[in-house]
């Protein structure tokens, strides 16, 4: 059901173009000369249910096990064509002539044979793996091409009933190879052979020819149709593991990679001296699930010149934000609250519409769902554990602002993407951000040329995404309904449920290995998820016990209620409702509540020079920040539709003058009212407020 939708049948020709071997293939095949000439004419003919030798083979046949007296193979179907390909590999492996040797490709793989036994640490029986000379154990892991046959001939190249079967040897592959640019597949079917490639997008099927004759007067193959087929088998088991299918070349079990950095791309070459530059040693594979198509990251704990590092390398579309472009943008700003890039670059420009990347980057400790169960069996005190998670909570809450300012949302915030290391908390995996549209980034060009993107495009592309992106257990509730205008807020919100999570799992509420979980945290569809989760926030006083807490110590209670009412609350009303109404429904932040569990000045700082403050009327001792140019809506007496009515901006010199004259009018107005027990009246903006009133209070900010 995967797989069959993306195949894509092509000319041999056509796939090496594909794969950048278009000129190799040329000179190869102009110098090939006679080298199979002898061997083509000794090929068998295929029969009802087995191989027939012919007499001037027979010989040669029997020794090998391959036929009776007759020539009649003793092998029969499947197994007498992939005994049949074996010896023949066997003996193409052993040619060769001096008219050629200049110019004779050199094979340096061996087939291994796995239809008796699966292959080790396995269920899984392919009928061969092709593997480097050397290398041991033959594993998916250590293989370099699939070999597979039917016995059936199939007009197209390929059973639409086996590419389940061959898809889970391809997968197991792309999972245990992080190297991998492609897999390949060597399919027997009927005599002929067919070369399918996996990639990270499609599948890609290409016709070699015929290995054997027939008597079918619908496949009169010829000597020189076989000859064929057996100068591109060997043109595709002679090219390298790093031509065919790897980053590198896989033939040794070296455990360092160099990396050489280029114009456009990086080089990566396996090696065993550590102490070159750029040289990184594996140390320990993360382990992540990496699917058959689409995007794929692998992880490994690494050594980086004498310090612990991650390794990570990634497959994503070329369409897509790269990960390395969110570091550089907001390295700066969010400087000890993400990991530090220690090398960064492209492996793979663009390959069938996917990118490689690569970063190495601090260790950063361990997830924080890995932290909360370390500190539940250390019988951690829970006032301690909470004023740690109440830190951490502000430290990414600060990290997600400074970011949003600079241009850059992370949009999969959950409790695996937060780090804790000796009490310092960091901000991972950026690898589902993308830039904002309404901001000018510095040296945008530059990291557009690192990281081989189109910052536009990439922002189209991600746009289309947004309400799909994320881990939905913590997604925020606009998200899950679908959401079009991604925000801060909904980052903040993520990070509540991560909050939430982790100190319900402190406390026993919640099992990482079972699927029983308090009510809150229920996932069914979507919008039913939302629902359930409005319904749990509902009551000010109770949510917290609906998703698993029964006491909550004081340091992270004021951080929960404060972000509680920072996210869901307006003038002391509840918006759940309006947010399951509306998806796009603008939220408020109050940068006076949300100061319990942020710093609200990071968006006024003056290192965002970028960010213009929005007037309408009067701005009172806080300020409606817009974090783009800022709009008020009105309804049309025609209808519903909503106008935009730009605002005037002002700088922030004027800003500055304008807080000092309305608090120094507001002093005013306190001395004529001395002795009245009424706070001065505030100034507000007019803006649209759950309820239909005409109201804000001066100290809050929308985002949209």
């Known amino acids: 059901r995967d797989v069959l939708p993306r195949v894509k049948v092509v000319q041999y020709h056509k796939l090496c173009n594909y794969l950048g071997l278009t000129e190799q293939c040329k000179i190869y095949e102009s110098a090939v000369g006679t080298l199979f000439d002898d061997l083509s004419k000794q090929m068998p003919v295929i029969g009802m249910d087995g191989l027939n030798y012919s007499p001037n083979i027979r010989d040669a046949a029997i020794s090998s096990n391959l036929c009776d007296m007759n020539g009649e193979s003793i092998g029969k179907k499947e197994r007498a064509l992939s005994d049949h390909f074996a010896w023949l590999w066997k003996h193409m492996r052993m040619l060769s002539k001096p008219d050629v040797l200049d110019v004779k490709q050199q094979s340096s793989y061996k087939l ?168 990184i040693r594996l140390v320990e594979r993360i382990d992540r699930p990496v699917k058959i198509f689409g995007r794929a990251s692998y992880m490994y704990k690494s050594k980086f010149g004498g310090c612990s590092a991650i390794l990570k390398l990634t497959w994503t579309p070329t369409l897509c934000y790269p990960e390395g472009a969110g570091y550089s943008i907001i390295g700066e700003a969010c400087n000890g609250y993400i990991p530090a890039v220690l090398l960064s670059g492209v492996l793979v420009k663009d390959l069938f519409g996917y990118r490689m990347e690569f970063l190495v980057l601090e260790d950063c400790g361990i997830q924080i769902d890995t932290y909360v169960i370390w500190c539940r069996n250390r019988i951690t005190r829970a006032e301690q554990f909470s004023a740690t998670l109440a830190k951490s909570i502000k430290s990414i809450s600060g990290c997600l602002a400074k970011a949003y300012i600079t241009g850059v949302l992370h949009r999969d915030i959950s409790a695996g993407n937060i780090a804790i290391n000796n009490g310092q908390v960091r901000l991972i995996d950026w690898g589902y951000s993308r830039a904002r549209s309404d901001i000018n980034i510095p040296n945008l060009d530059e990291v557009e040329r690192l990281f081989a993107f189109d910052n536009n495009a990439s922002i189209m592309e991600e746009y289309q ?94 951080v929960f209620d404060s972000m509680y009412r920072t996210l869901f609350m307006h003038n002391g009303q509840y918006i759940g409702g309006y947010m399951l109404d509306d998806c796009n429904y603008e939220r408020i932040i109050d940068l006076d509540i949300a100061s319990n569990f942020m710093d609200t000045q990071i968006l006024l700082s003056d290192s ?97």
């Open 465 to 558: 995404s947004d309400s799909l992106t994320g881990t939905r257990l913590f997604k925020s509730v606009q998200m899950l309904m679908g959401c079009t205008e991604r925000s801060l807020v909904h980052d903040l919100e993520s990070l509540f449920f991560v909050g939430l999570y982790t100190l319900a799992t402190f406390q026993g509420a919640i099992d990482p290995k079972s699927n029983d979980l308090p009510l809150g945290f229920h996932c069914l569809g979507n919008k039913e998820t939302a629902a359930i989760r409005v319904g749990c926030l509902s009551t000010e006083n109770c949510y917290l016990r609906n998703f698993g807490i029964r006491d909550c110590p004081d340091a992270i209670a004021r």
């Open 608 to 704: 965002c020079n970028n960010l213009k403050i929005s007037s309408s009327q009067q701005l009172s001792k806080s300020v409606l920040l817009a974090n783009i140019q800022p709009v008020s809506n009105k309804e049309t007496s025609s209808g519903n539709k909503k106008i935009a009515t730009r605002i005037p901006r002002i700088s922030r010199a004027e800003f500055a003058n304008q807080q000092r004259n309305q608090a120094a009018l507001a002093m005013d107005k306190e001395n004529a009212n001395a002795g009245s027990t009424q706070s001065p009246a505030k100034i507000t903006a007019s803006t649209h407020t759950p309820g239909g009133a005409t109201k804000n209070p001066a100290s809050k900010r929308r985002f949209n």
């Open 112 to 279: 291994a044979d796995y239809r008796a036994k699966p292959v080790p640490g396995s269920c899984l029986q392919p009928d061969g793996l092709f593997f480097c000379q050397g290398v041991k154990p033959v594993t998916f892991a250590t293989a370099h091409i699939i070999l597979e046959a039917e016995w059936a001939t199939c007009e197209n190249g390929f059973f639409e009933a086996d590419l389940g079967k061959i898809g889970d040897y391809v997968l197991r592959i792309w999972t245990e190879q992080y190297t991998r640019t492609f897999v390949p597949v060597l399919l027997l079917h009927g005599g002929n052979v067919t070369l399918m490639v996996f990639t990270r997008q499609e599948v890609y099927v290409a016709q070699l020819g015929p290995l054997c004759f027939s008597n079918d007067e619908t496949q009169d193959f010829s000597v020189a149709d076989i000859l064929m087929t057996l100068q591109r088998v060997w043109f595709t088991l002679t090219l390298s593991t790093s031509a065919f299918g790897n980053i590198c070349n896989i033939s040794n079990d070296k455990q360092c990679l160099k990396f050489v950095t280029g114009l456009d791309i990086t080089q990566v070459e396996r090696t065993a001296d550590y102490s070159g530059d750029n040289v």
